[in-house]
């Protein structure tokens, strides 16, 4: 019984599979795909024809793309490619019966011959390998500098726009220290000059006389120096009931100031680098949730660089420096101090070892204040004593030269170290002998004086 169920099933199903097979052979009977022999790749360069010869005479010409290459039949065997634009499509040929003879894949490029004379002649020195890759250009080799490599990016572009590979390498030092000398002088002059006149009947010794000098005053009088001053004169004498106290004060002072700074930092070609010789200074915030938060604004000696190598050793130089300080004359409403900032930035283009300066950064302030109590002052001669004048002028002048240098690194064994000459002393040397620093090292670094090559060899 089961045996006949299952033949049963089998019938049935052999029923059903029979349409699709037949449909499956009928598909295959009515579609095909003709392969006909390929021949070898053939290329073309943009704006540039090439003829294509045929062993068999042909009847049909077919391109996949007319848009990247154009063909034409000069003769039953003989066609003609024009490369339109970079690009790949595929050129089909049949024979008289509708046979396809073959397909051919035709690719389009731009046309480095012409690129590569035309870079020639703007680059002569340059060796500049050029490759094309499927519709665009690769570029490679060692170009001596990151100008002629602009160059040669620019001058691809307009045979393949947006499909430049650049493989260039930029060949030579390309590592920049830049030595920075800060110069700063400051100068102060403040003269002042004022007197007092006083009379009153306070009993005084009988012919009494007398002067003080400093910041006292008269000692037997009642009139004294207003000032810290050092530069106060005081006369007091009586005439009967009578006293009289004249002060004169008269101060004169002058200051200097010199700040120096030599910072040295490298930096690779093209890349940014920075340095801070200062410190910073701690300024509160409110937020918005009424709490407080400290951020830090840095002061001092500042520099901020971006070198270039762009040719040999022609060296492209952004720069920005910052020389700042805390100003404890100025602050704000809440407490808050102030800083004096003087700040440069300038984009320049010098050669290896040459210097440029930034000067003229002059400050001159000057103030004056004259004071008098009024009507007495006005009146002749004796109204100096009821007159006060004062003025104060400060200069300042910030010079600012920098020197770039290529640079290459050198081996860790030629490098020295302040420390390297310096030995703490034993208890013997300190007590018995007094000194304060024991004996150097023996050791070829630490024999070196300080001139020589430290750090980087300049070329």
Do not use: C
Request: proline letters at 5%.
């Amino acid at each position: 019984m089961q045996l006949h169920r299952l033949f049963q099933a089998g019938l049935m199903g052999l029923a059903l599979s029979a349409p699709m097979a037949s449909s499956v052979f009928a598909q295959n009977a009515v579609l095909s795909v003709t392969r006909g022999a390929v021949s070898s790749k053939i290329s073309v360069a943009v704006n540039r024809a090439i003829v294509v010869e045929s062993d068999r005479p042909f009847a049909e010409l077919s391109v996949a793309n007319p848009a990247i290459a154009d063909i034409a039949s000069l003769s039953d065997r003989s066609i003609y490619v024009l490369g339109k634009t970079p690009g790949a499509t595929t050129l089909t040929i049949f024979d008289q019966d509708g046979q396809l003879i073959a397909n051919v894949d035709v690719r389009v490029a731009p046309d480095i011959a012409e690129f590569k004379e035309r870079l020639s002649e703007i680059l002569p020195n340059e060796r500049v390998e050029v490759r094309t890759a499927n519709d665009g250009i690769v570029l490679s080799g060692r170009i001596s500098g990151s100008r002629q490599v602009a160059r040669a990016m620019e001058l691809a572009e307009r045979y393949a726009p947006g499909r430049v590979t650049n493989l260039m390498m930029v060949g030579g030092s390309q590592q920049v220290m830049l030595q920075v000398r800060f110069a700063e002088m400051q100068r102060s002059v403040a003269k002042s000059l004022g007197s007092s006149l006083t009379a009153s009947n306070t009993p005084a010794p009988p012919d009494s006389f007398a002067i003080g000098t400093g910041s006292g005053g008269v000692t037997n009088g009642t009139l004294t120096s207003s000032s810290d001053s050092a530069g106060a004169i005081g006369i007091g004498f009586g005439i009967g009931g009578l006293a009289v106290n004249v002060l004169i004060e008269a101060l004169e002072s002058k200051g200097m100031a010199r700040t120096l700074a030599e910072p040295n930092i490298v930096a690779i070609s093209g890349q940014n680098a920075k340095f801070l010789a200062g410190g910073e200074y701690p300024v509160p915030t409110q937020n918005g949730d009424g709490g407080v938060s400290i951020t830090y604004r840095p002061f001092g000696v500042e520099l901020n660089f971006m070198p270039t190598v762009i040719d040999g050793d022609l060296i492209n130089l952004e720069l920005e420096t910052t020389v700042s300080a805390v100003d404890q004359e100025t602050t704000s409403s809440g407490g808050y101090a102030a800083f004096k900032v003087r700040r440069a930035s300038t984009t320049v283009e010098m050669r290896d070892g040459q210097s440029f300066a930034i000067a003229g950064l002059l400050q001159d302030d000057f103030s004056d204040l004259n004071g008098q109590v009024p009507w007495l002052g006005d009146v002749p001669i004796l109204g100096m004593l009821f007159r006060s004048a004062e003025f104060q002028r400060k200069q300042t002048e910030l010079v600012i030269i920098v020197t770039p240098h290529l640079v290459t690194p050198t081996t860790a064994n030629a490098l020295a170290l302040p420390t390297d000459r310096m030995r703490i002393p034993t208890e013997a040397e300190l007590f018995l002998s007094g000194r304060t620093e024991g004996a150097a090292p023996s050791g070829s670094i630490t024999q070196l004086g300080f001139e020589g090559s430290a750090g980087y060899v300049m070329e």
